[in-house]
């Protein structure tokens, strides 16, 4: 089983910036690719980013490219997501997610966190 749990949403000012961690446990077989999505209610849920375990290769959904970034320590026990020029179409409930691959479909991924809001004042 993998366990998944997101920190840091919050109020943010457009412009402005927000730093997400998801710190995970489990079996480690299970997660050699982690992602962020998003969700607004009453829409898909949204890829934003996601990371192999080696780090060497990140995706980056089109609405956020430029803009956030997507790490993990080595062992990948933790995945951040730096979120930058925040604007208020990015407020959503964001959730981190667990798979085998670096894919940017949501059925992909097998394991998912309880989430966290992120709002963007204007």
């Known amino acids: 089983q993998v366990a998944l749990v997101e920190f840091g949403g919050g109020l943010v000012q457009a412009g402005g910036s927000l730093g997400l961690s998801c710190v995970i446990s489990g079996r480690t077989f299970s997660r050699d690719a982690m992602g962020w999505f998003r969700q607004v209610p009453g829409q898909e849920r949204e890829f934003v980013a996601a990371?192999?375990?080696?780090?060497?290769?990140?995706l980056y959904g089109d609405s956020v490219k430029g803009r956030f970034i997507i790490s993990s320590d080595n062992d990948m026990n933790t995945v951040y997501l730096e979120m930058n020029s925040l604007k208020p179409e990015d407020t959503a409930v964001y959730y981190c997610?667990?798979?085998?691959?670096?894919?940017?479909?949501?059925?992909?991924?097998?394991?998912w966190g309880q989430g966290t809001q992120v709002t963007v004042s204007s």
């Open positions: 990371i192999s375990r080696s780090g060497g290769l990140t």
């Open positions: 997610a667990a798979g085998t691959l670096v894919r940017t479909e949501a059925a992909e991924y097998d394991y």
